[in-house]
């Protein structure tokens, strides 16, 4: 990355993709259905489309969040022929489950200086409530839906990073 490059940063929000219902099994563990394992292929070939290929990638150890990731990955590099590039660093973070809009904002706070795209999949209400953090004036007041990405822009350093200091520059509903 240029010295030009390093003074904006991109952080993408994505809320996972519809899974099952809970059962009697621990939360942690539910599945995607079918239509999320597709809305998140949807959510990986928009990425590619818009060139938001993630450095890195922190993702909540939860298994609908890995899914979700799984599935993103691969409509990056799908059948739309996605741009090539590097693969990026994926942290699976336990600390995203069930985490507090500070919790996660912490967790981007580590992110190494030179990424310049890092994509956070993670839960509701958290992951809603990090968007509303960082641009409360152009969060979405109902939240994020299954599949929605919300592309925030910062200036600062990821370490750096404070509430309001990441305005929304696009958003979009993955379905496939």
């Avoid at 999320?36 to 450095?55: F, M, N, S, T, V």
């Amino acid at each position: 990355m240029t010295d030009g490059e390093a003074e904006t940063r991109t952080l993408v929000l994505l809320r996972h993709a519809k899974a099952e219902q809970p059962t009697t099994g621990p939360d942690v563990e539910r599945r995607l259905t079918a239509r999320g394992h597709a809305d998140a292929a949807a959510a990986g070939a928009w990425l590619a489309r818009q060139g938001l290929l993630p450095d890195v990638v922190i993702c909540s150890a939860a298994r609908r969040t890995r899914q979700t990731w799984h599935d993103v990955a691969l409509g990056m590099t799908g059948s739309e022929g996605g741009p090539a590039g590097t693969a990026p660093v994926v942290r699976y973070a336990a600390a995203a489950y069930e985490a507090h809009p500070d919790d996660l904002l912490n967790l981007v706070r580590t992110v190494e200086p030179e990424a310049g795209t890092v994509l956070l999949v993670a839960h509701n209400p958290g992951v809603s409530l990090l968007s509303a953090l960082l641009d409360p004036e152009r969060a979405d007041r109902e939240g994020l839906r299954t599949s929605d990405l919300v592309v925030h822009r910062a200036a600062a350093p990821w370490a750096q990073l404070t509430p309001g200091g990441a305005p929304i520059v696009d958003r979009h509903t993955a379905r496939g």
